[in-house]
């Protein structure tokens, strides 16, 4: 009888494993794998809970809120990922608790927290990496999750220092304790445990005691439900769009032979528009995601001119409109920026300008990978955008800012400027995709760049 009740429960998980829309999607498009398929149905989930959580959890106790995230955050990685992914996260968060709990607020609590996140993250790169391409795996939780922790320790240890030791910012998102059931919360949490944005906990825990003030609409739910949709339309056109490009301008196009013998400024252009449906891609993910944080009310921010875009990632208009690539990365993954400026460049105001910058690079790479395209794509960054400054500067010294030359050298001046910037983004952006040094060189020589001009370009 076990015998027969086990062969019927896995045809019957066979059979609804034929209806799964992350298997059946990616045979119509090859280029969305099941794992990002799984990913985006997860993000989409993300409006109907936030729905639930208005309508029958806001305004209910802390343990009752706490319970509702930890829950629907773990289904959803359990979906994805499956049990062991799922093990992974909370291991993380639990070895750190154990830390906070053993140690107390000290700095040999946030060295052990940080290298304990840090180290298991990186290990899980080192075995979890089994191709060249990338695809959604227990890491990609991992990653935000190592974040979100060692965020949560450097704002436990600053709640526990001497009001004059801390600075304003840290007044803001200090804490003084929490519980192992609030951090899994925390890092679990549908609002950002998967694919961000970094919210502090502070807030995070402000807003499950109700303590979180934000504009209300007449049934005293937060206002933000057109604002949350017209993100959730952008989110998903702007994913559409990456979806239809992607299936003309592949990797496997840059990489093959036919590539190589076409003409230089069709190289230029073709990774160009590569390198600028990659970022498409988050650009749509992380729209969608500010939508759901707006939509159940955490987002709420009374000092930003657009109050319920305190969960943005990508201000999208300055981005793609921008002149200079400074732009480009000013306005693109701004919470996790933030994080880095916040609690690794803004901790280490002894230490010189490069040594600072050079840490926080280092960090900044190995939390996005340990393959040689992450070295390669962020390492190009510190070059363009140092030039950049550096001929920006001159041009001024000379002729003065953009706004007081003639409206024809103006638009002449702004459409050259962002050409370059889009082919300059193509070809930097591309290492970060094709992972590979062998495939990222390739690539360089194809569109005319020589091995030793790679990173001194300018």
């Known amino acids: ?200 906990f502070k807030k995070f825990r402000d807003f499950c005691d109700n303590q979180l003030e934000y504009e209300k609409d007449g049934n005293g739910k937060p206002n933000s439900v057109r604002y949350a949709i017209s993100r959730l339309k952008i989110g998903v056109a702007v994913m559409s769009v990456y979806l239809t490009g992607s299936t003309f301008f592949t990797r496997e196009t840059i990489l093959s032979e036919e590539f190589v013998s076409c003409g230089i400024a069709y190289k230029w252009l073709y990774l160009s528009v590569f390198g600028a449906l990659a970022l498409i891609k988050y650009t749509g993910v992380w729209t969608v995601m500010e939508g759901g944080c707006a939509l159940v009310g955490i987002s709420y921010d009374s000092e930003l001119e657009e109050v319920w875009s305190g969960a943005r990632s990508v201000n999208i208009v300055p981005m793609a409109l921008g002149l200079t690539n400074k732009e480009f990365i000013d306005n693109f993954n701004i919470t996790t920026k933030n994080w880095f400026i916040r609690y690794l460049f803004k901790r280490t105001r002894g230490w010189s300008k490069w040594t600072r910058m050079s840490y926080t690079y280092l960090f900044i790479i190995l939390w996005h990978g340990v393959l040689p395209g992450y070295f390669m794509a962020f390492l190009f960054e510190i070059p363009v955008v140092t030039a950049e400054k550096q001929l920006t500067n001159i041009i001024i010294s000379y002729y003065g800012t953009i706004d007081v030359w003639s409206d024809r050298t103006q638009a002449a001046v702004r459409f050259s400027s962002r050409v370059v910037r889009l082919l300059v983004l193509g070809y930097g952006i591309q290492p970060f995709i094709l992972l590979s040094l062998h495939d990222s060189i390739r690539v360089s020589r194809s569109v005319g760049v020589s091995d030793a001009s790679f990173f001194p370009i300018s």
């Not at 086990?6 to 969305?32: G, S």
């Not at 304990?116 to 075995?127: E, Q, S």
Request: net charge negative; with cysteine.
């Open 1 to 200: 009888r076990i015998q027969i009740l086990f062969e019927n429960t896995m045809m019957v998980q066979l059979h609804l494993h034929e209806y799964d829309p992350a298997v059946i999607f990616p045979q119509y498009f090859p280029v969305v794998t099941a794992g990002i398929c799984r990913l985006v149905i997860c993000l989409l989930i993300v409006y109907p809970l936030s729905f639930i959580h208005r309508e029958l959890i806001l305004g209910k106790p802390r343990s009752v809120q706490l319970t509702y995230f930890f829950l629907s955050g773990f289904g959803i990685i359990y979906y994805i990922l499956g049990i062991a992914g799922s093990v992974h996260c909370i291991l993380n968060v639990l070895g750190v608790w154990i830390f906070k709990k053993i140690f107390g607020p000290s700095k040999t609590t946030l060295v052990l927290s940080a290298t304990y996140t840090m180290v298991y993250l990186v290990v899980g790169y080192i075995f979890n990496t089994r191709a060249e391409v990338y695809d959604i795996s227990w890491t990609t939780p991992h990653s935000i999750h190592t974040m979100k922790l060692i965020g949560l320790i450097f704002d436990y240890c600053d709640g526990n220092k001497d009001e004059e030791s801390q600075t304003d910012d840290q007044k803001k998102h200090a804490v003084q304790d929490f519980s192992l059931f609030e951090a899994l919360s925390f890092c679990f949490t549908y609002t950002g445990g998967l694919t961000g944005p970094q919210i502090p």
